[in-house]
């Protein structure tokens, strides 16, 4: 699928402040930007750096009302779904960088939920039947409402209110993973038909040698995804990052379909 | 100041168990091995991989009552201190494998601790000076208790309560730093002078282009450390990390001086 | 001095929810109520009590929009402000109703804060010293800020971030309070002075066998509170504490001075 | 059933230390007295105190090593077990002193449960089949294990990690109920079955007028329960509450049935 998408961030910086964005589509192997452009104004120096995966980031330091908009056209079309069947990797089978994504973060205490998930989806049959366990439990006794989370709120946290947005399910379904040895992490993206229209929050488990997306808010087909950047939980994916508090002038993100007829 | 250690731990574990082990001494710059043996008995087939900065991790899986022995003899001649000062960099100064260690983590919720560590901190001159209030700080402020943390607390309890282990310690001081935008993660090490003798939780802070080793225990010389791994915050550093329940048979660790002269 | 406070709370019910209301003045021996009247449009039935101290409390079934409307003019000449000075009882000195006061609660964890309130306001001199140090510290290191806290937000929440409304303000002074053993509780207050006018929450410490109103916010005068409720923390003293979800359609609170020369 | 308990307490206090014992059976309407001896050694003046449900509270100042030995046969017989059937109050007709038992408390943060409690336990018929679901539930899905909690853990902790011991069983009942609006409340006892012998938890539910004692751990019967007093939650019937730190030297509780035969 061809998706364009674009965010325009007006922020308001006071005095010098130190920025990390994470806004810009992943150059990763499942998915490839046809064009792309980012624009701050006032213009701002940038130090660019790309991970491994194709993450890219870009550092500078804001000290004015900036405008910072970013505009790209992807296809994702080489994306694999989730197999309807796939097996756990044992910890030795696992490719190294893979090993972090079995530990608790920030907003993913994993360690704290070993009982709980062994006992509801332990006994599913393959990994893939545990990852589907876990995404309709999640489907079925939490509530997508706003308001109920703040940014300091932890899976631990969603889990006992039973409410919250995308990045509340997806710390519920890395947790969830992590605490039943499945290796899973956050990844934020640009998607269709996320009501209203926002960043979205993914999540990718480690199944069968390979990473596969899901989405455990139901919000949006994977296809229509647009993969930004990888991370542990949301401390690491979040599309801006800076040393001190700064105020939001507005904030807009949209995502459509390509007509490829056209 | 060349150091031997050694680490016995007995573990039962009933059933198969996927491990985790984080004990022998990393090849990182500042320390070399001068001899080393690991040995599990039962024996059991390793997977083993090392990391840029020379942390080795092994992974198996258990399945019996197993004895894990390491020893090791090693000069960390090598290692330089802290400076009297330095200064503290901007993030787009710092290398990307730096930017992650500035970010809250399960233990180090640095995102919660921006105006305490302003406050308290931020009017000290130079990077390095901060990071000595700091730790002058903990040693003012915190109680060396044991009993009172578990292997779940955060920084926020240690910092509520006003007292913990080592582990504890190291979490604070990072989550302080983290919330200082000084780059900041844990390191486990054996040490000379830990009363009762047990591994040993470290920090390492990111000032004037490298890392430094800091102990806000102050319990060990810097000297009388052999580094075993490097992580944001004790998840990733544990010595054993498993996927369900062991119980400890036994554990000792004991370091001490190699007389030179001899 | 005499004062004239309104609330006017209209909420939309969807469907039957029981209601307990803590909005009248309290009949308590520091105030007199000059004249009053509660009105809820459309009428509901209302079972009322009052406790020993004065205060009173309305419970009601409510399923639909309602205004609840509350005017009151009160005489608060007899209230006496905290001494210069004055004795913190032993525990065997206070009355049995105090004691519940030097527990822990929902929003006051008082048992985590033992160490540091030793250690910050223990040496300080008599009781009243020692109130006076904690409100001291606490308009020295937190913040007034909005939308840092939720209703869910403790004390340990408040101590971390160092900022909050008068409701975490209230409870921070509470707990430090409980943690040196100096009974102290919630009262829910109309205030003058309070930007923009809300309901206020101040507390009550018991010290030289009485309990004296202070503010940890300092916004108002103790002159210009009229008294509402007491109890443990905030979830005793809610204006409106309702079985399920209700939408604020409006809230507004006016607290004036009568002027006494006309 | 006729019962006899004892209590021996020894601890260690280093320094004039404020103490509130909660250790002697309630003068309560269910359980007849027979026969008690309180002793301390050495000798310390005590205040003694009862509420009007007849809970007794001593409270006494002790600096040096101390037993305290109580001993008590206490004729339960009159005590109603929980109805098959009966019916939730509306707020609106519960007795004013049951209301607290509404709101959430330090280890019962009831507020934060409405949805999970409202989803998994709003469906069953009257007030007494909740309370039933909610004991099965914790029967099903939380494991009696001792060194999961610490006594800063709230419900909250219990209900992810899923184990726990009878204090912790009981709070999350209680907080259960409070969160579907059934008023709750924590008991102290002495209990026949307890395994290790020690003080126990459990607690009580307000449905058809009257309190009825429940025990979520099942550990033992109703009937070889003797109540020593009731509070929100742990924080208030704690069998010795202190002022400062205080170390125990030993502690044994024996509880026995008294053969009536002879």
């Known amino acids: 699928m061809k998706l364009t998408a674009s965010a325009k961030l007006v922020y308001n910086f006071t005095g010098p402040t130190e920025v990390i964005g994470l806004i810009q589509a992943s150059h990763s192997g499942d998915q490839t930007i046809l064009s792309e452009e980012l624009i701050l104004s006032p213009d701002a120096a940038l130090v660019e ?9 870009f550092r500078t330091c804001l000290s004015t009302e900036t405008s910072i908009v970013y505009t790209a056209t992807v296809d994702n079309g080489m994306r694999s ?3 309807r069947s796939g097996r756990q990797h044992l910890w030795n ?10 530990l608790p973060s920030r907003f993913c205490p994993s360690d704290s939920f070993q009982r709980f998930a062994q006992r509801e989806f332990g006994s599913a049959g393959d990994g893939v039947s545990r ?10 006794e939490v509530d997508y409402v706003a308001g109920v989370s703040t940014p300091e709120s932890s899976a631990a946290h969603t889990f006992t209110v039973r409410a919250g947005v995308c990045r509340d399910f ?34 990718e488990v480690y199944l069968e ?20 950047a990888h991370g542990r939980d949301a ?4 599309f801006l990052t ?5 105020t939001v002038v507005s904030q807009t993100v949209q995502v459509s379909r390509v007509d490829t007829a056209s």
């Open 49 to 57: 750096d790309e991970d491994v995966r194709g993450d890219r980031r």
């Open 81 to 83: 779904l989730l197999p």
């Open 93 to 102: 089978e696992l490719p190294p960088e893979a090993l972090a994504y079995l």
């Open 131 to 140: 990852v589907m366990s876990i995404l309709e439990w999640i489907a079925a």
């Open 170 to 203: 997806t710390h519920l379904g890395i947790t969830f993973c992590r605490a039943l040895s499945i290796p899973a992490r956050a990844v934020s993206a640009y998607s269709l038909d996320v009501q209203p229209p926002d960043f979205h929050a993914v999540m």
């Open 209 to 228: 040698n390979a990473w596969w997306l899901v989405d455990p808010t139901r919000l949006a087909p994977i296809e229509g995804i647009i993969r930004i």
């Open 235 to 238: 401390a690491d994916t979040a």
């Open 242 to 246: 800076t040393d001190k508090a700064c």
